[in-house]
């Protein structure tokens, strides 16, 4: 539900974001193991081309949907592929999802101007 004072969606805690991140990484290293013998270059590209797509379609990953998150504009909106492209690229460069802002948000998500958002 947003907040009502400024409109924008609650961000999401920090553990169901992990919980999020390791199901998705388990799913690609998963599929890597299977087909490139789980090179780690192989792993990355398979978390970044699967979150990207899941998060320019529906706005989640499966790691997302099974921790009840989406992926949102401030303004509760989806994300969209060009937004979904610019945050997943910043996730997968690791030291801009580990820099947060003062509303809990990492610095992927303020790039690509989105918030990742508690769906139930």
Same mark, same amino acid.
């Given at each position: 539900?947003? $907040?009502?004072? =400024?409109?924008?969606?609650?961000?999401?805690?920090? #553990? @169901? @974001?992990?919980?999020?991140?390791?199901?998705?990484?388990?799913?690609? %290293?998963?599929?890597?193991?299977?087909?490139?013998? $789980?090179?780690? *270059?192989?792993?990355?590209?398979?978390?970044?081309? *699967? =979150?990207?797509?899941? &998060?320019? %379609?529906?706005?989640? +990953?499966?790691?997302? !949907?099974?921790? #009840? &998150?989406?992926? @949102? +504009?401030?303004?509760?909106?989806?994300?969209?592929?060009?937004?979904?492209?610019?945050?997943?690229?910043?996730?997968?460069?690791?030291?801009?999802?580990?820099?947060?802002?003062?509303? #809990? @948000? #990492?610095?992927?998500? *303020?790039? !690509?101007? %989105?918030?990742?958002?508690?769906?139930?």
């Amino acid at each position: 539900m947003p $907040n009502a004072a =400024t409109s924008a969606p609650p961000v999401a805690s920090m #553990g @169901r @974001r992990l919980v999020a991140l390791f199901v998705d990484w388990g799913i690609a %290293t998963a599929i890597s193991a299977g087909f490139f013998q $789980n090179h780690p *270059m192989a792993t990355l590209a398979i978390f970044a081309l *699967m =979150t990207w797509l899941m &998060l320019s %379609t529906l706005s989640a +990953t499966i790691g997302h !949907a099974i921790a #009840g &998150l989406a992926v @949102r +504009t401030p303004g509760g909106g989806f994300a969209g592929p060009l937004r979904a492209l610019v945050r997943t690229v910043g996730l997968c460069l690791v030291i801009p999802a580990v820099v947060w802002g003062p509303d #809990g @948000r #990492g610095l992927h998500d *303020m790039w !690509a101007g %989105t918030v990742i958002t508690r769906v139930r």
